[in-house]
């Protein structure tokens, strides 16, 4: 068993832990950018249906399908003085900050050109987000021995990556519309260069405070352990499940993340109120990742992700039945407005005055629906540990690259699934909409994401690998006996 000294031992400085969590605010710069406004841009700034953006949305996913695995097998094979994960942060920081730049650059083209340069910028990002993504997640499962550090670490880069969901909630509206100076197409193209710029940075950080400490296998590969590495992959049970569960929640947050703004804007006829409703779910989220460590003293990690994802689905359903100017009676709390580098802002709103109830519903599920994020990425780096255990295998990047994938599929098929009820229910951008494709918001604002979160709580059902048994594969590992 570990001595309280071998534990101390395998904690990192604090230094580490955040230069780690600052990359998943880089990721969430585009992620969540994509996530809430990248369908609303390309149907009502850049001008291409809707339609045709959801079939450009899923046409790359496929391509990831191939992109993604193969990242991971070239990670795990990667041998340089800085590890086998860190050098490609290193590599494509900069990349990858000119490649999200570009994609919001919006030409002046002609209808078919749009729709061109669209699905072209859209999937070489997508490759740029693979190749420092999934290093960087793979980062995680060899920077601590310790499956409880690597739970820590995890809860930290959590904190950030909601930290960089609540930055594009709460500052792209009012970027854009400084920046722009009332065209959104000038105003998106400056601010997606201010967050990619930054996101370059922050990965540089990441890649110069962290350090790798579990030792790859020696020797090189061949093709033959290649396909015994798949093999094995594909025949864990854990992994499996964690990819289905993945692929249903990114699939939902995509649904309802995207539609927020549409919901604001042609149902209650106040997209003003987008910024502080999105801003006010992701801090509740932050709030539910610091609350992470408190709740595994009490519960098992795969209970806890089980009822609390359930319970947040039930929540996320409740709006359809809500009326969306109902309101309750409580003061507020924001800043007032304020300028940045002479740029004039709106307030920060934390709690808005008189909130509408659907504010509120949305402050309780989003703060459930923190510690079981942090949680499932720590049991993705258990799977590694479980498959280096059981099997004798490193596979850590082909572990992960499956994580990354299952998120940008989930949050492709997402927005393909959202832009193509919108066009099957008659939706026109910025018009009034008819009851059809209003009924249609709704339901993509509420009831099909909250009914497929309870069916990613489900499959967690499934998991086999409980804490206890992954602290008896660590001793093992460790080469300590069974007690």
């Known amino acids: 068993m570990l001595t309280m000294e071998d534990e101390t031992k395998q904690r990192l400085g604090w230094t580490e832990r955040i230069g780690y969590g600052l990359g998943d605010l880089a990721s969430n710069l585009y992620f969540q950018m994509f996530n809430m406004f990248l369908l609303y841009y390309y149907t009502d700034v850049f001008g291409i249906p809707a339609a045709t953006v959801a079939t450009i949305f899923l046409l790359s996913r496929v391509w990831d399908a ?15 003085r800085w590890g086998s994960f860190r050098p490609f942060i290193l590599w494509f920081a900069i990349p990858f900050g000119v ?11 002609s209808a078919t050109m749009k729709v061109v340069y669209a699905a072209v910028t859209y999937t070489i990002v997508g490759m740029l987000y693979t190749a420092v993504n999934i290093p960087y997640s793979g980062l995680m499962a060899v920077i601590s021995h310790s499956s409880d550090e690597r739970a820590r670490v995890s809860a930290i ?5 909601f930290l960089g969901g609540w930055v594009i909630a709460q500052f792209l509206p009012p970027l854009k519309d400084s920046l722009g100076g009332g065209d959104e197409v000038v105003g998106f193209r400056h601010t997606m260069g201010l967050f990619a710029g930054l996101a370059a940075v922050l990965f540089l950080v990441t890649f110069a405070t962290t350090r790798e400490r579990v030792a790859p296998e020696s020797g090189k590969t061949s093709r033959k352990q290649l396909g015994r590495d798949i093999a094995t992959l594909v025949r864990t049970r854990p992994w499996l499940v964690l990819v289905v569960a993945g692929l249903v929640n990114l699939t939902a947050v995509a649904i309802k993340n995207g539609s927020n ?3 604001f804007k042609y149902i209650t006829g106040d997209d003003s109120e987008v910024a502080s409703f999105g801003s006010g779910g992701w801090m509740a989220m932050i709030a539910g990742v610091m609350c992470t460590g408190f709740f595994i003293r009490f519960f098992e990690k795969r209970k806890l992700i089980i009822w609390l994802t359930i319970l947040g689905g039930i929540g996320m359903a409740l709006p359809f039945w809500i009326d969306p100017a109902a309101r309750i009676s409580m003061p507020g709390l924001e800043t007032g407005p304020y300028q940045v580098f002479g740029l004039k802002m709106t307030s920060v709103v934390f709690i808005p005055e008189n909130p509408r109830w659907i504010y509120l519903v949305n402050l309780a599920g989003s703060f459930l629906a923190g510690p079981p994020v942090a949680l499932v990425w720590t049991m993705y780096t258990d799977v590694a540990a479980y498959i280096r255990w059981k099997h004798d295998r490193r596979i850590t990047g082909l572990v992960v690259s499956a994580a990354v994938f299952s998120q940008k599929f989930g949050m492709a098929f997402g927005g393909w699934f959202a832009g193509m009820l919108l066009f099957w229910c008659g939706f026109q951008a910025n018009m009034e909409q008819n009851e059809t494709s209003k009924l249609a918001i709704l339901l993509l604002f509420s009831l099909i994401p909250a009914v497929l979160i ?9 998991y086999p690998l409980t804490d206890a048994e992954m602290r008896r594969i660590e001793r093992q590992l460790a080469g300590e006996p069974d007690t």
Request: hydrophobic share 50%; no cysteine; proline share 5%.
């Open 261 to 263: 703004i549409y919901y």
């Open 66 to 80: 191939v992109n993604d695995p193969v990242m991971g097998i070239i990670a795990d094979r990667t041998r340089t």
């Open 454 to 462: 309870v069916l990613q709580g489900a499959a967690m059902f499934f």
């Open 157 to 161: 880069r959590f904190i950030f990556a």
């Open 99 to 109: 490649g999200g730049y570009a994609m919001f650059y919006s030409p002046d083209l």
